[in-house]
Protein backbone atom coordinates (compact mmCIF):
# COMPACT_ATOMS: atom_id res chain seq x y z
CA UNK A 1 0.00 0.00 0.00
CA UNK A 2 1.26 3.24 -0.37
CA UNK A 3 -0.49 6.32 1.36
CA UNK A 4 0.12 10.12 -0.23
CA UNK A 5 -0.68 13.12 2.23
CA UNK A 6 0.78 16.99 1.98
CA UNK A 7 -1.15 18.38 -0.88
CA UNK A 8 -3.44 21.38 -0.55
CA UNK A 9 -3.66 25.13 -2.02
CA UNK A 10 -0.42 27.36 -2.15
CA UNK A 11 0.06 30.64 -4.07
CA UNK A 12 2.05 30.70 -6.70
CA UNK A 13 5.78 30.24 -5.83
CA UNK A 14 5.07 28.88 -3.13
CA UNK A 15 6.35 25.35 -1.33
CA UNK A 16 4.71 21.56 -0.55
CA UNK A 17 5.49 19.03 0.35
CA UNK A 18 4.07 15.87 -0.27
CA UNK A 19 4.89 12.04 1.68
CA UNK A 20 4.63 8.90 0.57
CA UNK A 21 4.38 5.67 3.38
CA UNK A 22 4.60 2.75 1.60
CA UNK A 23 3.65 -0.93 3.37
CA UNK A 24 3.21 -4.31 2.40
CA UNK A 25 6.53 -4.97 0.41
CA UNK A 26 10.21 -4.53 0.74
CA UNK A 27 10.33 -0.68 -0.09
CA UNK A 28 14.01 -0.69 0.07
CA UNK A 29 14.54 -2.88 -3.02
CA UNK A 30 11.93 -0.72 -5.06
CA UNK A 31 12.51 2.11 -7.45
CA UNK A 32 9.58 4.83 -6.19
CA UNK A 33 8.37 7.93 -8.38
CA UNK A 34 5.87 10.35 -8.19
CA UNK A 35 3.69 11.05 -11.07
CA UNK A 36 0.63 13.70 -11.66
CA UNK A 37 -2.84 14.04 -13.36
CA UNK A 38 -4.16 17.49 -14.08
CA UNK A 39 -7.83 17.73 -15.05
CA UNK A 40 -8.91 16.21 -18.57
CA UNK A 41 -5.34 15.40 -18.85
CA UNK A 42 -3.33 12.34 -18.70
CA UNK A 43 -0.83 10.98 -15.77
CA UNK A 44 2.74 12.09 -16.40
CA UNK A 45 5.90 11.36 -14.81
CA UNK A 46 7.19 13.97 -12.20
CA UNK A 47 10.07 12.16 -10.58
CA UNK A 48 11.94 8.74 -9.37
CA UNK A 49 14.11 7.29 -7.24
CA UNK A 50 16.43 4.38 -7.38
CA UNK A 51 16.92 1.64 -4.34
CA UNK A 52 20.40 1.49 -5.00
CA UNK A 53 22.14 4.25 -4.26
CA UNK A 54 19.46 7.35 -4.70
CA UNK A 55 19.51 8.06 -8.30
CA UNK A 56 17.08 10.39 -9.06
CA UNK A 57 15.16 11.23 -12.44
CA UNK A 58 13.19 14.44 -12.98
CA UNK A 59 10.47 15.73 -15.70
CA UNK A 60 11.71 18.37 -17.71
CA UNK A 61 9.21 20.74 -16.17
CA UNK A 62 10.07 19.84 -12.66
CA UNK A 63 13.53 19.99 -12.93
CA UNK A 64 15.79 22.63 -10.40
CA UNK A 65 12.27 23.02 -8.61
CA UNK A 66 11.20 19.85 -7.33
CA UNK A 67 13.33 17.00 -5.21
CA UNK A 68 12.73 13.24 -4.73
CA UNK A 69 14.30 11.52 -1.55
CA UNK A 70 13.55 8.85 0.46
CA UNK A 71 13.91 7.18 3.68
CA UNK A 72 14.39 2.97 3.88
CA UNK A 73 14.28 3.16 7.58
CA UNK A 74 10.89 4.86 7.71
CA UNK A 75 9.52 3.44 4.22
CA UNK A 76 8.51 6.94 3.02
CA UNK A 77 9.09 9.02 -0.28
CA UNK A 78 8.84 12.99 -0.03
CA UNK A 79 8.77 15.20 -3.08
CA UNK A 80 9.52 18.69 -2.21
CA UNK A 81 8.16 21.23 -4.15
CA UNK A 82 9.52 24.67 -4.88
CA UNK A 83 8.67 27.85 -6.77
CA UNK A 84 4.94 26.06 -7.82
CA UNK A 85 3.68 27.43 -10.75
CA UNK A 86 -0.37 27.01 -11.76
CA UNK A 87 0.23 24.10 -14.26
CA UNK A 88 1.82 22.13 -11.12
CA UNK A 89 -1.89 22.00 -10.36
CA UNK A 90 -2.83 18.31 -10.48
CA UNK A 91 -3.64 15.22 -8.18
CA UNK A 92 -0.17 14.01 -7.27
CA UNK A 93 0.20 9.71 -6.72
CA UNK A 94 2.63 7.46 -5.40
CA UNK A 95 3.92 4.66 -6.92
CA UNK A 96 6.04 1.44 -7.24
CA UNK A 97 8.03 1.68 -10.74
CA UNK A 98 8.54 -1.71 -12.34
CA UNK A 99 9.97 -0.23 -15.00
CA UNK A 100 13.35 2.72 -15.09
CA UNK A 101 13.83 3.17 -18.54
CA UNK A 102 13.60 3.89 -21.15
CA UNK A 103 10.60 5.53 -19.35
CA UNK A 104 9.18 5.09 -15.83
CA UNK A 105 6.29 3.08 -15.54
CA UNK A 106 4.48 2.49 -12.57
CA UNK A 107 3.18 -1.00 -11.29
CA UNK A 108 0.58 0.24 -8.71
CA UNK A 109 -0.31 3.68 -7.18
CA UNK A 110 -1.61 5.05 -3.94
CA UNK A 111 -4.14 7.19 -3.10
CA UNK A 112 -3.58 10.52 -4.60
CA UNK A 113 -3.35 13.85 -2.94
CA UNK A 114 -4.27 17.12 -4.25
CA UNK A 115 -2.04 19.97 -5.07
CA UNK A 116 -3.66 23.67 -6.28
CA UNK A 117 -1.43 26.39 -7.02
CA UNK A 118 -3.74 29.53 -7.61
CA UNK A 119 -3.78 33.11 -6.31
Known amino acids: QLQASGGGLVQPGGSLRLSCAAS????????MAWFRQAPGKEREFVSA????????LYSDSVKGRFTISRDNVKNTVTLEMNSLKPEDTAVYYC??????????????WGQGTQVTVSS
Open 95 to 108: SRLRQWAPTPLARF
Open 24 to 31: GFPFSRYD
Open 49 to 56: IAWRFGRT
